[in-house]
């Protein structure tokens, strides 16, 4: 066999190449990989001079068809998985999840390879109730969150694949897995944290309660499991694996500091960590009944797994203390500002680190920014919303003008994403079954779209009928971002900044968060950006402006009855120098009659009483408990240098 193996130099990539390696040493592997944040070529170092590497983007045409001739499997591991990196630079995310599979596709079509195995994650399905005995199975409908980009992008994928065979009769087959660990893994999971920490003698993180539960899975099993798909699998099928090794992470943690040696003193709870689903599990059994398939190391011989899983983290720590070290750039579209992705070990969690551009040395920003492939992107996701809408019952009842009105708003980058959010809307509603969309309302398209009202028939369990409506933004579930602007001088956070505006239609002078709506495919460091220079005046062009930080602090929960909307917070630190603002001192104010109000950290109370804002109280809160940061509220009369 010869087998063209996508994103081979990440963890579960890496692991499946050793395997089939070892079991069928005759075979031919090639793998194509670009090398991204967590591609390490050092994971297929063992093994690098029995197989053929290409580095090279999955949506590089010429690259992949090269790769491809000759190849009688694809195996198609290859995506960004990282979900913090996702909100800063989503495009990206699009690009080689959805779009590159669709590329994948299309050139092993071109060349008639008869086979092609697609790996996802369980993440597509959502999240299951905690105290539930509920299993995620094949027929488990698609329902990622909305603000995970990397589980929303795999279940597009997935059904990319799965159209690409009803369309071509291609034989695809898709995997779903749950949570794999074993060796190669990288040191910001959950697994390889508690096992690094617990050598340099550093406590052991766990976030929130550490009842949230996931299954897990060696990697040496699910390498088996894809072993027998392409063996045994039925062409157009899905397949899930899960070892029925669900666990909460109190338990990893206090049986990974056992086997260890360490006493659970070695734990502590940290901040939870938002939109931290609390349980995934899958029922195996199509996979097992069907292809026979049976994992090594499962719930009983757990502890075996885990205990191979530290000895080789002991044993290849040359491996793992690099890539602690190791950065990820994120960079602005303007390239002058750019990110560091970091892991805080203490806290188990991963931050965003912002500096100019031009002060880093050794850099390298990617040639293509993909903007050249935007409009493709968009055709790709709106060809899927306009799927999931003609699926929907309530869609095929509404009415021909309301239908006709809907994909008016699809093709318009200002309302995409209304459309978007509208085409989650299942048939089914708890008790209630929407029956149709009767009215959709909003401004006119030439004085710009803000907000629209939509209005449902709803039908519940005794037949009786009632109209039922909400409130989105234009942007559906890109509904925006608040933003707590945090001024730091001289290594000490002084003033918080904010926005001095006339209320519409009151008249009243508030104070409120800097923020408002995405564009299309706006990342959210550009967001950011863009924001602090409209709203604030702030322009990080100016050399005594320094973005340094930015925090993510979740999703407010919409208004209850009223929205859909999740607007997104962020605590945003910035670092002024010696120029900006040089009058106002460490203890003062500056208010201007419009623009930038720049109010002392220290009277804080006296700022929650001016700031009808909720946002601001929100996202007060969610930062000092997050554990990453602490601000000094004290008021603090010293003058600034």
């Known amino acids: 066999m010869k087998l063209l193996v996508t994103g081979a130099a990440g963890f579960i990539g890496a692991n499946f190449v050793h395997y089939w390696n070892h079991k069928y040493p005759k075979d031919e592997i090639r793998v194509i990989d670009s090398l991204t944040y967590a591609g390490n070529i050092e994971n297929l170092a063992p093994v690098i001079k029995k197989i053929k590497f290409i580095e090279a983007d999955i949506n590089d045409r010429p690259k992949v068809s090269q790769a491809m001739k000759g190849v009688d499997t694809v195996v198609h591991f290859a995506a960004e998985s990282h979900v913090d990196r996702s909100i800063f630079d989503p495009s990206r995310y699009w690009q080689t999840n959805v779009h590159g599979t669709v ?77 794999n660990y074993g060796p190669y893994q990288f040191p910001e999971k959950f697994m390889p944290i508690v096992i690094a920490n617990l050598i340099d003698g550093i406590q052991v993180p766990i976030h929130g309660d550490g009842r949230n539960v996931r299954d ?60 931290n689903d609390r349980r995934y599990a899958i029922d195996a059994t199509k996979i097992i009944q069907e292809l026979g398939w049976k994992p090594e190391i499962g719930r009983e011989n757990f502890d075996d797994g885990l205990k191979e899983t530290i000895d080789w983290y002991k044993n290849n720590q040359d491996w793992w203390r690099p890539l602690l070290k190791r950065r990820a750039v994120i960079s602005d579209e303007d390239k002058i500002v750019s990110a560091f992705i970091t892991l805080d070990r203490e806290t188990g969690k991963t931050k965003f680190i912002f500096g100019k551009l031009e002060e880093k040395e050794g850099i390298k920003i990617p040639k293509s920014d993909l903007k050249e492939h935007f409009v493709e992107a968009n055709i790709v996701r709106y060809e899927m919303v306009m799927k999931n809408l003609a699926s929907k019952k309530w869609y095929q009842n509404s009415l021909d003008n309301i239908k006709d009105e809907i994909k008016a708003l699809a093709i318009s980058p200002a309302t995409f994403g209304y459309v978007e959010d509208l085409s989650s809307h299942e048939d089914k509603i708890g008790e209630d079954t929407l029956l149709k969309l009767v009215k959709i309302d909003h401004a006119s398209p030439e004085f710009g779209i803000y907000g629209i009202a939509t209005w449902f028939v709803v039908e519940n369990s005794k037949g009786e009928r009632r109209s039922e409506g909400y409130y989105s933004w234009g942007w559906g579930p890109k509904s925006g971002a608040k933003l707590l602007v945090l001024i730091r001088r001289n290594g000490e956070i002084t003033h918080f900044a904010f926005q001095r505006e006339g209320k519409f239609p009151t ?24 924001s602090l220079k409209k709203d604030l005046g702030l322009n990080v062009h ?8 930015i925090i993510s602090l979740g999703r407010v929960a919409p208004d209850s009855g009223m929205t859909n909307n999740h607007p997104n917070l962020y605590a945003v630190i910035v670092d002024f120098g010696r120029g900006i603002y040089p009058e106002v001192q460490t203890g003062e104010k500056l208010e201007e009659n419009e623009g930038i109000v720049l109010w002392p950290v220290g009277e804080v109370s006296e700022i929650v009483s001016k700031c009808d804002d909720s946002y601001f109280l929100s996202a007060m809160s969610r930062l000092t408990l997050s554990g990453i940061y602490t601000i000094n509220f004290s008021t603090n009369n010293k003058k600034n240098d």
Request: net charge negative; hydrophobic share 30%; charged share 25%.
């Open 103 to 179: 590329t994948l596709l299309e050139e092993a079509h071109k060349l008639g390879i008869p086979r092609f195995h697609h790996i996802s994650t369980d993440e597509v399905y959502g999240e299951l109730p905690l105290l539930s005995s509920e299993k995620f199975n094949e027929k488990t409908p698609y329902s990622p969150r909305p603000d995970n980009l990397y589980a929303l992008s795999k279940a597009e994928a997935d059904k990319l694949v799965l159209d690409f065979y009803k369309k071509t009769d291609m034989f695809t087959t898709i995997s779903n897995c749950s949570n």
């Open 542 to 549: 100016n050399p005594n402006i320094t973005l340094n930080e």
């Open 507 to 530: 008249g009243s002078i508030e104070y409120n968060l800097a923020g408002g709506f995405p564009r299309l495919n706006e990342s959210v460091l550009n967001f950011i950006l863009r």
């Open 216 to 275: 897990w899975i060696h990697t040496k099993d699910h390498a088996y499991a894809i072993d027998l798909i392409l063996q045994k699998g039925k062409k157009g099928q899905t397949y899930l694996i899960g070892s029925d090794n669900d666990r909460d992470n109190n338990y990893i943690a206090e049986k990974i500091v056992s086997i260890y040696g360490e006493d659970a003193g070695k734990i502590r709870h940290v901040p939870d960590r938002h939109s």
